[in-house]
């Protein structure tokens, strides 16, 4: 305070809140003091994260608080997103970002001695999700709250989320990822608003009071559900809206029966059975196991998060029949779908509803998103199964499945084939519970996630309802948030852009398009070329510092992360390195552009072909990285433990992304927005949308190659038979005998037979087919490569052609087409200033 001021001065500025940087270090000493019980002598790297987390926790609370206050206060309509995957990354530095304080910490912390970099490194990411439909759920929060929409993301909080994977002798292995081992500073636990969610059992029915026909489920078991709350900061608002993890706890008095009766052993074993619903993220991204313990972690969080939108009405003294006005339910894939049943059981056996009044409301509640074509990952439940676990539901699907199957004979009489196509149960063979037929009866909107997946669908899996339901289905394009991918993982390239058209684009990422007007200026090509370099060469020293492999900064950099998937094709990928490196070995004078090949991504477990695809990749790597014929013209990498963290360093750092599917496969992609958003140029196939990047960006500034859907489904159709590509192409000939020879495997002809096998016999994915257009279409952009100033104009009309992949984007879209929810800015109470 300045003692010379007449003025009192209210000094609301504390140590909690207060952003100047006296204020800040003053917090950050505090918090290690006081939270982690450590003085600076003897604090680790740990310690000192953590003291920044709660410095920063402190700053959101405000907001955060603020916002429950406000959205209680009006009793504002809530978009609640179901997801069974949150992947949300590092939080500190995004919401370092989003409060607009990144530099001032940066500064305080540097100022006490400390490396700030370090921090942020050392916060271990919750992993609570597989790919890209958990991150897409993360960008829509960010962006939910960034446009003020009242909103809450309910999940599971698992104790282990996707595996740590480590690569030796060119395999994966798997590590437990223990992310809560130091703690979890982000979260705040709220035991007083936990749920009791049941299981198991049998039903009995009964006539009420009124004579009316009634259920009563009398369950075997009793689970509770511990809400864990994590803040979402919007950027640059005071909106901090809430993201809900459920958490499984055996309750207290834990199977009584079997206590009392002295088998302790056994009531424990209850306890822990209990507690294994939210154990583990099951690792399999596009695919569905039909695991029992996964259809309990759904029931368990959809019961949870139902049960808690019920206490929230009643605590807003909204009557029940209001719950569509009140919440628009999200169903992120089919993995929430028993939501519908849900609703439906709670609606009528705990709060009396009548049928058609309960249905009324479930429906007008419900939109469901698709994010996959492949048949393998539509979800079912053998009827047996499901009835051992819920009972209840069962009953009410059959009755639901009644009651459709009749409207669906008023609207095609005597189409039994339709019928059977239909019905919510499959009775083709063993009988099974169909949980996207179910969430699309349930649901008022359903919508695929771009324009050529939502054409596929109504063509394609759900065409049936199509038929029956045009008016439900709707097309809405992901997006991803320009705030992580790029103001915090590209500061560099976001200061750049910031510094020709100001920063409104973070908000308002179409406004990128102003830097086509700077794509003559060779003053800012050059600059934009020098970022790129700069990170290119950032990333070369950590890939020498982890793998010991020198990469040339100067070469190409063509990345392909992601899951590892045969739909994805990163064995295309493999093929054509091991052409280049032919073409080498035949003619070691050959005049090659330099590439680094740069791999990422996880297999599932269980996933045999996709594990072998990255030994063969690594084994590819050991031969061509060390053949002195090479002379460094190639390199192949494989970057271990690709995750949120590590992605945002990658992005920035690509020439090429590879997004290469099998037309038809990939529902959108959302690494391929994130890539071209950060000045990659992408080779691709009309897929997902790849299709919409494309128009976007200008087809002359995208390299296209590869069969389209349609042709992918006729050749189908036609027979396709990959040894016609085989026979009758030498160099492809050559590149498969070579592998299949054990050239890359010490000799060994057995280990990749399984690959060449799969490609030779059948080739679901058509590599064959695509593989020369594939190559042709490099060979296309080692040339563009060459000449680094067309190269340049090209990745500089990408960055400023990719506004329409903003998730706030689609979230706008979401808002207007679907969820009809407006925004709810959030005023704080003016703050009198420690003193200007
Ligand atoms: N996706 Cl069904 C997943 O990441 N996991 C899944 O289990 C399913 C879909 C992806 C999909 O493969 C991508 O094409 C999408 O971009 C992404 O969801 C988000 O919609």
Redesign the pocket.
Known sequence: PNPNSTQEIVRIEDDRTGLGIETLKRAFLDNLFYIQGKFPAIATLNDYYMALAYTVRDRLFKRWITTAETYGNQKARTVCYLSA?FLMGPHLGNNLINLGIYEQVKQAIEELGLNFEELLEQEEEPGLG???????AACYLDSLATLEIPALGYGIRYEFGIFNQRIQDGWQVEITDKWLRYGNPWEVSRPEWAVEVKFGGHTESFTDEHGAYRVRWIPHKVVNGIPYDTPISGYSVNTCNTLRLWSAEAPETFDFDAFNAGDYSRAVQQKMASETISKVLYP????TQGKILRLEQQFFFVSCSLQDMIRILERQGIPLEQFPEKFSIQLN?THPSITVVELMRLLMDEHGMEWNKAWGITTRSLAY?N??L?PE?LERWPISLFGQLLPRHLEIIFEINRRFLDDVRLKFPDDWERLGRMSLIDESGERYVRMANLACVGSFAING??AL?TELLKEGVLRDFYEMYPEKFNNKT?GVTPRRFMVLSNFRLANLISRKIGNNWVKHLEELHKLEDFVDDPDFRREFREIKQAIKQDLAVYIKRTTNIDVNPNSIFDIQSK?IHEYKRQHLNALHIVTLYNRIKANPDIDITPRTFLFGGKAAPGYYMAKLIIKLINSIGDVVNRDPDVRGRLKVVFLENYNVKFAQRVYPAADLSEQISTAGK?????GNMKFALNGALTIGTLD??NVEIREEVGAENFFLFGLTADEVYAKKVAGYNPMDYYYSNPELKLVIDRIASGFFSHGDANLFKPIVDNLLYGDPYMLLADYQAYVDCQEQVSQAYQDQDRWTRMSILNVARMGKFSSDRSIRDYCEGIWHVQSVPIKLEEYVQENA
């Open positions: 995957e597989n790919g890209g439909l958990g991150r897409l399999n991204d596009n695919l894939d998103t994010h996959t492949l990952a996630v771009a997946h992901n899951r990939e529902a959108s992609g959302t997902g949308a």
